[in-house]
């Protein structure tokens, strides 16, 4: 357990931005959260769970705790024949993760390597990329539930799955520590080649593996995305918008070049980086906030930026997108 007051935030934000939590409180093992309960002045205190910033904004100080999730250790529940369920506690590195999947073949998880979030943060937000999202994977979820100061374990199929989206941003946000993940990981290598040109990146390769799956995802992911260990980012900026196929056409009409993806639904989505990218974005001469070349939805520190420079550039790319495309974009990332 550690604990500071008036602690950096710097380095635990992928936006590298310096802002301090007037409490800090490390929970490494299950005795911490004892330990944090027992502290009723911090406890009662409003609380913040970061895992790896990976997905924030910080705009101001945190008055409050931010409780950082560093639960660790991963164990295999499972193993048959064909599949395999592997415990992860929440404050692993997913991509760490994804990594030791690869090297043993359990298959599934490869079109997410390269996301630099925490097992827990995976889970809240649904990550998903290459045609693949964690919600595919997830058997079952335990938590920590500080309001009945009890572990309670919820299964995959109840998690509420959706776009970037899940019961943990809803019913079970406030008082919730999610202390481990669950996966079901299949043995039989079934690459999910379809998203984009990922069929493409790997025609050349005689035999595909899921590390070999995995090196071509990294390599895409690292020629669109900057690294936030130079240029602070915490990946998409905003939301792919979802229109309807009416509302999605009249934009069409006007701007045939906007790419559309049709849904399940009947609904279409449309590509939030190509719309910030038309409004001439990647040319703009902000000093402090910029988006990335090779994919506009990334907003980027340029190095001296405060929270609230890159808030008031993402305002302005809302607004100019708003008022060009008539769509309003919804921050991916969580503002605080
Ligand atoms: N596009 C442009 N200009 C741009 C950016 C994109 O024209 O500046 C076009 C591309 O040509 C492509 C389309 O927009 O046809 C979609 O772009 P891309 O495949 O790069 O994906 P994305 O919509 O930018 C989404 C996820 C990413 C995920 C990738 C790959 C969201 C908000 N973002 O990005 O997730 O890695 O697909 O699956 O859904 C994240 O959530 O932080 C994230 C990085």
Redesign the pocket.
């Known amino acids: 357990m550690l604990l500071y007051s008036d602690y950096s935030l710097k380095p635990l934000n992928t936006f590298n931005i310096d802002a301090k939590s007037e409490i800090y409180f490390e929970v490494s093992d299950k005795q911490d959260i004892d330990s944090f309960i027992r502290k009723r002045k911090y406890f009662e205190m409003p609380r913040l769970i970061i895992g790896n910033g990976s ?1 924030i904004l910080f705009t101001k100080d945190y008055k409050g705790v931010v409780l950082k999730n560093s639960l660790k250790g991963i164990d295999i529940q499972v193993d048959a024949d064909d599949y395999v369920l592997v415990r992860v506690a929440s404050g692993e590195s997913f991509d760490e993760f994804a990594f030791t999947c690869a090297r043993k073949r359990y298959c599934g998880i490869e ?1 997410l390597s390269g ?1 630099p979030g925490s097992v827990g943060g995976a889970v809240v ?1 649904n ?5 693949q999202e964690i919600k595919n994977l997830v058997e079952e979820v335990e938590y920590y539930d500080f309001s009945t100061f009890e572990f309670n374990k919820i299964k995959g199929e109840d998690c509420k799955f959706g ?2 989206d899940s019961i943990f941003k809803h019913e079970l946000s406030e008082n919730v520590l999610i202390t481990s993940v669950t996966f079901r990981l299949s043995k039989k290598f079934e690459p999910m080649l379809t ?2 040109h990922l069929d493409e990146a790997v025609k050349d390769i005689p035999v595909l593996t899921p590390m070999l799956l995995r090196k071509a995802i990294l390599s ?2 690292d020629s ?2 900057p690294d936030y260990k130079q240029f602070g980012n ?3 900026f ?3 918008p979802e229109l309807t196929k009416a509302a999605a056409k009249k934009i069409t009409e006007q701007f045939p070049e906007v ?1 559309t993806f049709e849904l399940e639904n009947g609904n279409v989505k449309i ?4 719309l ?3 409004c001439g974005f ?1 040319d703009d001469n902000d000093e402090k906030v910029g ?2 070349e ?5 907003v980027f520190n340029r190095g001296n930026a405060k929270g609230k420079d890159v808030l008031a550039f993402a305002k302005k790319i809302e607004k100019t997108v708003k008022d060009k495309f008539g769509v309003k974009l919804e921050p ?2 969580v503002i605080c």
């Open positions: 997905n079109n996301i937000q990550i998903g990329a290459y045609g776009y970037r998203y984009g895409i992911r669109k995305i915490a990946g998409s905003f939301k792919n790419k590509p939030a980086g190509q910030i990218d038309l990647k988006v990335a090779n994919n506009a939805l990334i991916e990332v």
